[in-house]
């Protein structure tokens, strides 16, 4: 069956999203239109392309992400660099190992840019700071002065998964005062929203995958000090939109899989980390497809 998917952010975590694609494909559906932020933009972009499940696996277990901590070089000392990094750059790393490694994985399947594809077949969010607002690529490149056909969507990937501080934000131009632009969970994390609206219900199913618990199954924010509370602010700010779009109509088709919040920004894991992961997402996508009812 042709459905439609979105897929939620969630940095390194995003390893559980590749278990629960594989078992929507093992199920029989195929995707046609796809969104997703920050981690869930990329596999999103990699479906969109034409990658499987098992293939987006195998390129993710190959890959080493340390190789995506591309700090700049300099002549201070290392403990010093990043607060160098931090307050010049804004970022502790380019980013630019990331969007090479996407760019050739997506040019292994002939695409390049958004004219690549076919119309509406992928759409990825970010966010404008400069402007304090939500970008849509490749809706909204039209605003800021770019024919969306032609824009290169692993710069987009790169912008939509720039996770603040620890990848310098990207400029959407080249102009001195060109707005910056950094991980779209900041602003949607879940953007089930974009095909929610649009969507023809006796045309395609929608179905969300969300790297987090159930609202109502959610632990509340233990806010004990100024660490904790710049943590509870974050993630208010990530959910708070996208909660508004979860009704009890549209939850029952969404897979929530319950991930570890320790390992969003774990760069480290290796292969048996990546495989606990995968098979999470599996289990929990495979055991609420059986009761789907779409």
């Known amino acids: 069956m042709k459905i439609d998917g979105v897929f939620s952010g969630g940095g390194i975590k995003g390893y559980a999203l590749i278990g629960a694609i594989q078992a929507i494909e093992d199920r029989g559906h195929t995707f046609v239109r796809m969104a997703g932020t920050s981690a869930g933009s990329i596999l999103a972009a990699f479906l969109a392309v034409g990658y499987r499940g098992t293939e987006i696996q195998e390129l993710m277990e190959e890959v080493d992400l340390q190789k995506f901590m591309d700090p700049r070089n300099t002549w201070f000392p290392e403990a010093f660099t990043k607060w160098i990094l931090l307050y010049w750059r804004l970022g502790l790393y380019k980013g630019e190992e990331l969007e090479k490694w996407i760019e050739d994985k997506l040019l292994a399947k002939n695409v390049r840019v958004f004219s690549d594809l076919p119309p509406e077949r992928l759409r990825i969010v970010a ?49 001195k005062d ?23 219900e006796n045309k395609r199913p929608l179905l969300g995958i969300q790297l987090s618990p159930h609202v109502n199954k959610r632990e509340k924010n233990q806010i004990k000090n100024s660490i904790d509370l710049f943590k509870a602010l974050f993630e208010t700010m990530m959910d708070a939109h996208d909660l508004r779009y979860v009704s009890r109509s549209v939850e029952q088709n969404i897979i929530f899989i319950p991930v570890n919040q320790t390992y969003a920004r774990e760069f480290s894991l290796n292969i048996e980390q990546k495989t606990e992961l995968i098979q999470a997402g599996y289990k929990k996508a495979e055991v609420f497809l059986k009761n789907w009812s779409y």
């Open 127 to 175: 966010s404008d700071i400069t402007n304090g607002r939500m970008i849509v690529f490749p809706d909204d490149l039209s605003r800021y002065g770019y024919e969306p056909g032609d824009f290169p969507i692993a710069k987009a990937l790169r912008m939509s998964a720039g996770i603040p501080y620890f990848f310098e934000p990207v400029k959407l131009g080249k102009k």
């Open 178 to 200: 060109s707005p910056f632009i950094v991980d779209g969970a900041l602003l949607s994390n879940f953007p089930l929203w974009l095909f929610q609206e649009t969507r023809n």
